[in-house]
Every structure is written in C-alpha cells, then in structure tokens.
C-alpha cells in the first residue's frame, strides 16, 4: 500500500497547501495537494462500489477491521505523537491520551458489533388466523444508509479526526467513509488514513471502504457534501462551517441528514449553597476547566452564572487570582488564535462587560492568553451576543441579583452540549425548576463536576439542540453515535433463509430481541 | 367543554370554507373559519405552556390519556361515523375499521408507556477510584423534544388525522400537539378534536396539550411549521407539499426535524417462477391491492416489472381482464380526483406508455376509474416520470426483456415506502441481488404479498429513503414512531433523588435498561 492509494488522485494538481507550526510559528514544509472535484467524486464513487460489499459484511468482521485499525494505529508509534505535535502545538502526553481514546473508541464500537444487539431486532410473527385478517410476519432491524462524508476536527487531530468518533461510528454502522481531513493536521491525517487502509487491506475489506480528500478551501467539502452517493455527513466544528454543510445538505435534490457538532458556551450555575460551601475550590475547578487544552473543546464553560452575594464576590476574588496567575498556551492555529483575540475584543468593547482577569501572555504566533470577564444579568439578558461561543481559554461571569434572573438566564438560553449546576442538596430542592430548564436546552446535564471531559460511553450524550447541533436526536461521543448512520428497515413475510442472521428464527447471533412484545435472546 | 374550545379563537375571522360530499358531489353546509397567524401563535404558546407540565406526567398518566381519547373516539358514535362518510365517500365498513385501528394505535402506544423501556434508559455508573481520571456516573433516557405540529392526512381521516398516528406518538413522547386539520374532513376533524379535549379534561391533562388549528390555504400549515415554540412537524401527504414544509422547516433560524410521508409507487417485482406457479392469482392479488380504498394509499402498488415470457403475457391477459371488470369508486376530494386523472393523461400521452385496460366508469363528480397501463424497460428507464406516483386505482406494469432489465430497473429506483417480491424459493435464490439492491430503496420489503395493508405493530417501518420520506431513519406507523418526538439526555453526578424515575438506582418502574453494558431490569 503506497500513499498513492490514500488520496484518490488527481489529474491536474492545481493547489496545495502545507501544515503550519503554532509552537514555533513556522510552515511545515511538506506539501499536500487539495482534491480537486474529480476526486472528491471518485471517492464517492469507490464509497458506493465497496458499501454493496462492506454493508453485508457481518459484525464480527466490521468488529476484526476496527480492531486492526486501532493496531495500526498503534503501529504508527511515536511519528504520529511528533508529527501531530508539530502540526497542533498539543502536548505529548495529550496526544497520546488521545490516541488512546481513539484506539478505545475502535475498539468499543468493536465490541458493540460482537454483541450485536445495537440492530435493534425487532419481530412480530405471523398469525395466519387472526380475523378479520390474517397478520403477516413483521421483522425489523437497522441496516446502514450508505457512503457518509466525515469531516476531521482540528481540536482532537486523532480522537475527532481521520480515523476519530465519527469514522468508527460509521464505519461500525456499515457504512463506508470518505473523510474530509482538517487542513490544520495534514500529515497526521495523511499517516491516519494509511492506517486505516493498512487494517482495511489486513482484513479484506472492500476497496473505498475508506477513503480521505484534502484541501483548505471550503470547496472540497462542498464537493463532498453535494455529492448525490453520499447519504449522511459527520461533522465537528464551528456554527458557520457546520451551518453551511447543513443548509448545502438540505438542498440537494435528495437530502441528507447532517450531524455537525458545533460547539456551545456551556453555563455553568453556581448556586449560593455551592458557593457558601467551597466557593474556593470551585474557582480553581473553573480555571483548570476553562483552560484545559488551552481552552479549545466543544464543552469548555464559557458562562457561569450565580447571584450575587459576599460568597459570590470571594469565589470571584479567588477566581480572578487564578486567572491572573494562568500562562497563555499554544492555540491550533494562527486562525483559531486569531478568532480568540477577536472574540475577546469584542467582548471587552461590549457595554456593561469588564475584564477581570487576563493570564500571563506571550509573543507566540498562536498564543492563547486566559481571560475572566463580567457582566450583569440585565446587560447578558439584552445583549445575546455575549452568550457566543469564543473559542479558547476564556469565560464570562454574569452576575444576578437574584433568582429570578438567574432563573431568566436559563429560560433565555438557546441549546448547548451541556449545562451544570454547582449545588448542595438544598440548593438542588430549592432550584429544581432549574433542572427541569436545563433539561430543554443541553445533551447533558451535570451536577457538581465540569464539562470538559467527554466519557466515551453508552449512556454519553454528546449532542444538543440547535445550535450546538443540527441534530439534537443524536450523540457524537459513546455507542448510541451508531445510529445517526442507519436506518430501520421492515422484512414482510421473509422465509427464514432469505432473512439478515440478526432475524432468523434460531437467533443464530445471540443478540437481545423484541419479540412479539418480549425483549429475549430465545430462539422463535 | 364548548365547540370555541376546540380552535384557538380568531379575532377577525377572514376566510371560511367548507366540507364538500365526494359521493353527492355537493359542498357541505357547516361552515369553518380558517386560522389566523394569530390563532396559530396562540395554539402553540398554549401548547408550550402545557408542555412545562405534560412533559413531566408519568408515563401512566400520559397512558391514561391515550387510552381516554380513544373512549371519548368511541363515545362520538355513529355521528363521527356517518359525517366522515359524507366528507371523505369512504364506506361505513372502512371507517368503522379506521376507527378501530385508530383506537388500537392509541391504546398501542398507552401499552409502550405502561412497560416504560422505551426511553432506552442506559446507565454507566461511576469508578471513582479509575487511573488516570476518575470516572463519572453518568445515565441517559429520552425525553420529549417539546411542542410539536402535526398535520391532518386526507385519506386516513381518523386513523392519520386529528388524533390518529402521528399525535398519537408525539403525545407519547410527551410531546403537546397542535394539529393543523385536513381541508377534506373539517367537521370529522372538529369531532375528533372535541373528542381529544374531553379526554385531556377527564385525565387532568393541562390546557394546551393539544389543540387544532384549520384551513384551506397554505399559509395555515407555514405558520405552524415556522413558529419557533414548535419543534418537530408530522405530515403525511403530497410530496409537494411535504417538500415545501421541509424546506421552510430548514431555512428556520432553529432548523426542526420534519418527519413527511409523501407516499411513493411501491414498486412489485414478479419473478418468472412465481409467474409460472400461480400468475392467475397474481393478477386478481394485484387488482385488489391496486384498487383496494379507490388506490388512495400511500403503498399503492403502482409499478408492476416482470420478465417477458409466456406466462407474463397470460398473467397480463388475466390482469386486464380483471381490471376491465372493475368499477369506478368514490375518490376523497375532487382535488384528488383531478390530479388522478390528469397523472393518468400525462402517462397515456407519454411515447412507449400504453392503456391495456379501464374499469368501468361513472359520471360522478369524484369517480375515480381503474387503469392499468403498460410500458417496456427500455421506455421506463429512459422516462423517468413513469414511475412518479399517481395517487389513485392505477398501476403501470413494465416489461423488461431479462434478469438484466429487471435488475437495472430495480438499481434505478429512488426511495419507496415498500418494495415487493413475488418469487418462488427458486427465484429467491436467482434474484438474491434483487433483495440486496431493494433494502436500499424501502423501508419494507415484502415477499410474496401486497404492499397495502400496513400493520400496526411493534416491528413496522412505514418510512424510507427520499422522496418516500424525508427522514428514512424513522417510521410513521409502529411503536418505534415515538423516537421521532424524542432526543437522549445524559445526566451526570445525578443525586438519585433529582434524576427521573426511569434511572433512579431502584428502578421504581421496572423497565428494562442498559446498565454498565448488560440489559436488565435490576436494581443498581
């Protein structure tokens, strides 16, 4: 397997672009070559011609590929940790925690595959007598809808990438993938998608079961997008990038479903027991979240509301100490490190909003230095742009007089990924209604922790209503993300030959069934 | 409870209209007031203001209800009975089913909520003491996606109408409903709302939890998919007119999911074994499918394809002969009528598109007439509108030359509701590309029967891909139709007594639930 083989090649290379160094604030110096619509389309063609093959493989098989592309992963060793280094400015022992979520997401939609019952069998048998008419045999199960389109992310260059969350979950579903790598990691895409072709080739997958383009432009991934054999797209990224593949989707001659993550500001309530009880704690808890991977994830807290109060003002005391003693980070990229500053700015020029505290900076190329704001809850309720996401290591503290506006803020929220609350038990009795709020605006709520740190697990909700999603039915993160990419499909009256193994009568996979209202592993 | 409960009052009643006897071909007498823009912000700030409350009614309470309506349904009597026959033509012996089946479908959903595990309650319990990083507690179910719209079909004015499926499952879901009736049926639709209210007073259900808005004009159905309190919309009709709501559903500031079911031709594929067995029966099985309800169903078969042969051309001798001594039925609305006849013009004045027989005709103003017409595969292949839907008792049987023909025909459907085979264990077996190529285009595939004739049951997918359906990864009829108005939330560090009862550590309802990886109904 040649490198020739991961990017469907080119006729006329017209444009290419090369990874930038955010540490060193240099151009990496090789080049890639943006895929020009011809490939984009033969991609999607190779898609089509291996999902007849790959959509009939079994579970156990997909589960063997998924496998073997955590262990080529692996096999990259330490070229991809450096190379990704370079070209993300993220620390070592990061990427390599990262690579290990990767390699364990592989591996836990694997599992999921092994046991099968994700299909969601479910069977009514036929009852020949029934008057006045006779019941026909009924089964159903998920099958796979097609190629899908993937977009790697920039802020997780392995777990959210090439051969990230997405890609498992559909690659797990049955479908086949063509990924549209970030332009921001190149190199670590180029190496990921020769893994993943490596694990296809050691398992006999399908030639096109994956394939990946390139290119900085936002043409490739219209391209991709608009491509009518692509039947669903996974994204990560930003509202306006997420928002164009939506509406791009919705008006193809056939749409398609479009599941663009797009980050949130993620409020956090700190409610007065909370702040009477550990004010301090929590202001380091805050600091540590907000600044965790120089502030670049989706789930970072960028509000945090509580009222006033002597509490209130230590815990912003403390707070702001924290701030002023953080170090600017290394951001992703020169664009990412420039729509910070930007956002910040804006920020400060908003009537009624004050900085607080600003961390330590530096004269780095991509520099992201931490800022504490604040404002007023009558200033947060008039003036929604404040409520924006600005992507890196800040947060804004709002104040409330009271209740009553804190509860306003909440009811005034649109949707994001998640929502916590600081609380005691009391505070948890006395603002139940606020649960019940939040509960209508976010994927997931928690309770005395941080939102950064997405466990990647069954129960995960990594989603949320517009417009932190474009789909809020769905998660990104954890097993459930198998079902954005399949659909239900109904078998009348099937002899048992002819029926998928998940619906046979002997239950031939052992997987959970719903049979005639009975949820079983028995045989019919 | 009064009639000027039912709508939302106007304040400058505009525009009225009218039922109109299909049979008679005479307009009804009752007047009807179209909705304000007005009446429908209304109807959806009440169905917000009710959802606060209804979308925390247990799932016995919202049970009760569903069951309740379906009482108050059967206390309407013979007079829901007789009106709807004068509105819709259809005959006594169908409503009285309609409105069995109705009935059964909300009792059917009141059973789901009783056993409770549809939620999909999924557990992942905490590991504190877990290396690197402790591990959260985290448990996630589906809860209710909020108000939502849903739209009268015309040709299930009981069962896919004002309180038929779709309300049935958002009611379900926890969802309040405002429901734009259908034109054709105004005065059935005015019944079955009073009906809805009475339950929703005899359960203690809160004020708003469903309301009806009316009219003849589009503007009513825009101003309900585009209010912003609404957030999911239920439509089964044209493919124009599904189309339109999906596009204004998209072009939203917040983009709502918009589940339309617009029919499709339900393509039947007769395989030269099943020809040779039984072609005689095939062709009185067809007639009575194609004709069953006057054609007016949305898995109607309209496309017939089968392989030229002996026995092809005696079962289409047989065929025409049974179609010529057909009648002539009563169609719903003249509207309908209209466009059946001119979908019949524009197919017999197509080049290659033959008439082989006609039904018996009648002078009425909304007679409706069998035809079956013929064409070659070469024609349909190239004549792609030949297989877009005419919405009535016709059906269009494609000749293909061999195995190849028939094959390319299936290869180049788009998405249908349903596909059939009719095959012998020998055809199975030759054609079994032909089932791997169909599960790409239905949602339900059957062997060996005729498509109409949906079974409401657990196992049911009444969806499929574009244009069938603009959301292939649901049903509209079934149980698992409730996933529609639902999305997954994932509580985090819940105390157990703030989570909801589905996932509370004793697990009060006993549902079935994903704990830690294994499906149980233990305690935790």
């Known amino acids: 397997m040649t490198d020739k ?16 160094n955010p540490t ?27 999902f007849l093959i790959y959509r009939k493989k079994t579970g156990a098989e997909r589960a063997d590929f998924l496998q073997k592309i955590g262990e080529e992963i692996m096999n990259l060793g330490d070229a991809l940790i450096t190379l990704c280094q370079e ?6 022992a990061r990427l390599q925690g990262e690579r290990g979520r990767t390699i364990g997401q592989l591996n836990m939609f694997a599992a999921l595959l092994r046991e099968g019952s994700w299909v969601d069998a479910t069977v009514d048998t036929a009852i020949p007598d029934r008057k006045p008419l006779p019941k026909s045999d009924l089964r159903r199960m998920n099958i796979a809808l097609g190629p899908v389109g993937i977009f790697g992310a920039s802020n997780f260059p392995l777990a959210f990438s090439v051969a990230g969350g997405d890609t498992a979950s559909a690659l797990a579903a049955g479908c086949t993938v063509v990924v549209k790598g970030h332009p921001a990691h190149p190199g670590t895409s180029q190496l990921m998608a020769a893994a993943v072709l490596r694990a296809a080739q050691a398992t006999n997958m399908p030639d096109g079961v994956f394939s990946m383009v390139h290119g900085q432009s936002t043409a490739v991934g219209m391209d991709l997008v608009e491509h009518p054999l692509i039947k669903a797209i996974g994204f990560t990224g930003s509202y306006r990038g997420g928002k164009a593949l939506f509406d791009a989707a919705a008006r193809r001659p056939e749409p398609i479903p479009v599941y663009a993550e797009m980050g949130s500001t993620n409020p956090v309530f700190i409610l007065p027991g909370a702040l009477k009880e550990r004010g301090e704690n929590l202001a380091q808890g805050l600091a540590t979240s907000v600044t965790m991977g120089v502030g670049q994830f989706c789930t970072n807290p960028g509000l945090v509301v509580a009222q006033q109060s002597t509490e209130a003002e230590k815990f912003l005391n403390k707070t702001t100490e924290v ?8 951001m992703l990229t020169p664009t990412i490190k420039q729509a910070f500053d930007a956002g910040i700015q804006k920020l400060t020029q908003t009537a009624g909003v004050s900085v607080l505290a600003t ?7 991509c520099g992201g230095t931490p800022h504490l704001l604040r404002t007023d809850a009558t200033t947060f309720l008039a003036t929604p742009e404040i409520g924006e996401e600005v992507f890196g290591p800040s947060t804004v503290y709002i104040s409330a007089t009271g209740k009553e506006e804190l509860m306003a803020i909440a009811n005034g929220l649109h949707g994001h990924l998640t929502a916590t609350l600081q609380a005691t038990p009391e505070d948890l009795v006395e603002y139940a209604d606020l649960v019940a709020i939040l509960e209508r605006k976010v994927g997931r709520l928690l309770i005395n922790g941080f939102p950064t740190g997405v466990e990647v697990c069954a129960s995960m909700v990594h989603g949320g209503p517009f417009p932190a999603t474009t789909d809020a039915r769905t998660t990104s993160v954890g ?3 198998i079902y954005r990419f399949s659909r239900p499909v109904c078998y009348q009256d099937f002899p048992d030959s002819v029926l998928p193994a998940e619906l046979q009568n002997s239950n031939p996979l052992n997987i959970w069934r719903n049979v005639n209202g009975q949820l079983t592993k028995d045989k019919i």
Chains 1, 2 share one sequence.
């Open 5 to 20: 083989n991961i990017l469907t090649e080119v006729s006329t290379p017209s444009k290419t672009f090369r990874g930038f």
């Open 323 to 330: 701030f002023t003693g953080l170090s600017a980070g290394t």
């Open 359 to 365: 961390g330590i900076s530096n004269e780095s190329a």
């Open 479 to 481: 097993t459930a993300a």
């Open 24 to 50: 060193k604030g240099e151009w990496l110096t090789t080049e890639f070559t943006e895929s020009s619509p011809e490939a984009v389309a033969a991609a999607a063609e190779k898609a089509e011609a291996a």
């Open 87 to 92: 070209e993300s400015g993220l620390p070592e």
